[in-house]
């Protein structure tokens, strides 16, 4: 073993010695070995690709995985080494805060000796000589000796991972930096501390040690300090949306954990905290009611764009003036006063989308008396009517403005509370929010704004409204989809997407347009996270559908077929993510030829 200046700190090189003296070997150098220019020969790390030439690679371990009726199987080739690592040495004499691990562990761990691996430091002048130094004898008598507590912070830690970081950034964060950074933490802190009851805040105190770790860029090994986890693993490009999953997950103060699909963890725990802290009847009842009334609103909105679905331009505005004037009516002579106050703003806003549709194709402007319109219905919820405003003012190429509007949304767009409200369809409704669920004491009709977003619908005279890849949504269905739609599907003549990723859609064409490429390639992160997260999305298929049009844009035509592929099987009829495919599908043979 050399371990000299030039060498990262937990790797060496390996030399290879005569057969008869302990003394360097001489000879040529073949494809197992490298000669320097002194003439000294040093065995290359490369010899994991021959020994394990039928395996796929990762790290220094040969991997055999997803063959059917065969174990998954990990085979790491290494090097007993019967000493204790010279770099080590340090570690056994400092004398830990926590008094973990005890002089008797550390004792046992100096006689385990070690082993090196062959995999070199990412970077490095001498990545392909290289041999890491592994100490996993010593790693695992300290992992037999973790309290249960201590055990359930590292597979936390685990789930974590898996759920939240590993599905958009592989191979960044690994299962070892995790175990790392509870050694770290468990030496750092009293024993006392280790408890049960005190599991999320020992799971935090972890989660933030690793936030540190990744904000620096550095994750020390814990018995070789010196050798660095994070070198080179960690882009520029991917450390600010990993420090933003980070700081959701610790700010939600163990929330996240049940969003875990892992082993059903997030539905068991959802069912145990509702076994512990049960949520009184009238509560249940106060905040179903409060969302039957949104989804009410919704519904007869619905019903409304039922009659103006075929309408023309000047068709649509004559009726919607009538429904304002009936809905004034009702108002002033009390009759179905809340319903009035709901619908009204609405009905406003669809008559000013309307107008702004007809002025932009013959003026491309918006008139002053339709944005006058729009504006009265914008507190209607959270998020929906505004984005048809923002829609509006992107396709006047007003895109300063539009990203105003955006930043508003964003900024009221609270994730933890927001419900989204889509009565279009029939679909399985997950759990609410929690923090929709805590309102009940303030359920009237005005907490709505603040709480529910609805679907954003465009109706087809409005289409002059709607950025060029969501038009599609319009003219989804060909005359043998027709043949599959009943009476309450439409809804289908109509472009209409969930507020939230629409939210993020309109933000990438924004940020594209301004040139801002960090905050175009963060939006398209939350519009990824969106679909995959969000459990009450009732447009999944039209939201898939925009992010393979982002994926267009961003020249990854796979990752678009993907996302299209994706969309057909939650909608396999009446779904624009067929016109999506030929189109692209088309440009790609025209490409080639």
Not at 243 to 265: M, T, Y
């Amino acid at each position: 073993m050399i371990q000299d200046q030039s060498v990262s700190p937990g790797y060496c090189l390996l030399q290879p010695l005569r057969n008869d003296v302990p003394l360097p070997a001489n000879g040529y150098s073949n494809q197992y070995f490298f000669k320097d220019r002194t003439g000294k020969l040093f065995l290359k790390n490369s010899v994991v690709y021959i020994i394990n030439r039928d395996s796929e690679i990762h790290g220094p371990a040969g991997t055999h995985q997803g063959q059917p009726g065969f174990k998954d199987i990990d085979k790491v080739f290494a090097l007993q080494c019967t000493t204790w690592p010279q770099q080590a040495r340090q570690w056994l004499d400092q004398k830990d805060e926590g008094q973990w691990p005890s002089a008797e562990m550390k004792q046992y761990c100096s006689r385990t000796g070690c082993f090196v691996v062959c995999v070199g430091c990412r970077g490095s002048k001498y990545e392909q000589l290289e041999w890491r130094i592994s100490t996993s004898l010593a790693e695992r008598c300290l992992m037999f000796n973790l309290n249960i507590t201590q055990i359930h912070c590292y597979v936390l830690m685990k789930v974590i991972l898996k759920a939240y970081i590993t599905p958009f950034f592989q191979d960044v964060i690994s299962s070892y930096m995790c175990k790392t950074v509870v050694f770290h933490c468990i030496a750092k802190t009293h024993s006392t501390i280790w408890r049960k009851n005190n599991l999320l805040s020992c799971l935090t105190h972890c989660l933030y040690l690793l936030y540190t770790n990744i904000i620096n860029e550095n994750c020390p090994h814990f018995i070789i300090p010196g050798n660095n986890l994070m070198r080179g693993k960690i882009s520029p490009a991917v450390k600010p949306y990993i420090l933003e999953i980070l700081n959701n997950i610790i700010n939600s103060e163990g929330v996240a954990l049940l969003g875990i699909k892992c082993d059903a963890l997030g539905y068991r725990l959802h069912d145990k905290f509702h076994n512990l802290c049960p949520i009184k009847t009238s509560a249940i009842i106060s905040v179903t009611l409060l969302f039957n009334l949104a989804a009410e609103k919704s519904s007869t909105q619905i019903k409304t764009y039922k009659f103006l679905k075929d309408s023309s331009p000047y068709e649509a505005v004559e009726k919607l003036k009538n429904y304002i004037s009936k809905a004034f009516y009702c108002q002033y002579e009390g009759l179905d006063k809340t319903v009035s106050l709901l619908l009204l703003p609405l009905y406003c806003t669809t008559l000013g989308s309307v107008l702004a549709s007809r002025n932009i194709c013959q003026y491309n402007t918006v008139s002053a008396d339709a944005l006058k319109l729009i504006s009265l219905g914008l507190s209607t919820d959270v998020a929906s009517s505004k984005l048809k405003l923002a829609s509006i003012l992107y396709c006047v190429q007003e895109i300063q403005k539009a990203d105003l509007v955006l930043s508003e949304i964003e900024r009221r767009y609270d994730l933890q509370i927001v419900e989204p409200v889509c009565c279009c369809h029939r679909f399985e409704r997950k759990y609410f929010k929690q923090g929709f669920c805590q309102l009940y004491d303030n359920y009237n009709e005005e907490v709505l704004q603040y709480t529910t977003a609805s679907c954003v619908r465009f109706l087809p005279c409005e289409i002059h409204c709607v950025p060029t890849e969501l038009r599609y949504e319009i003219f989804r269905s060909t005359q043998e989809d027709r043949m599959f739609r009943t009476e309450d599907d439409e809804w289908m003549d109509c472009a209409v997407v969930d507020s939230l990723p629409y939210l993020y859609f309109l933000q990438y064409k924004v940020n594209s347009h301004l040139g801002s490429h960090d905050k175009k390639q963060a939006t398209l992160f939350k519009l990824i996270r969106t679909i995959k997260k969000e459990p009450n999305l009732g447009h999944r298929e039209t939201a898939l559908n925009i992010l393979g049009k982002c994926m267009e844009q961003e020249g990854r035509a796979g990752d678009a077929l993907q996302c299209y592929f994706m969309s057909l099987n939650v909608r396999r009829r009446n779904n624009a993510a067929k016109i999506h495919m030929r189109i692209l599908l088309s440009v790609l043979i025209n490409a080639r030829t």
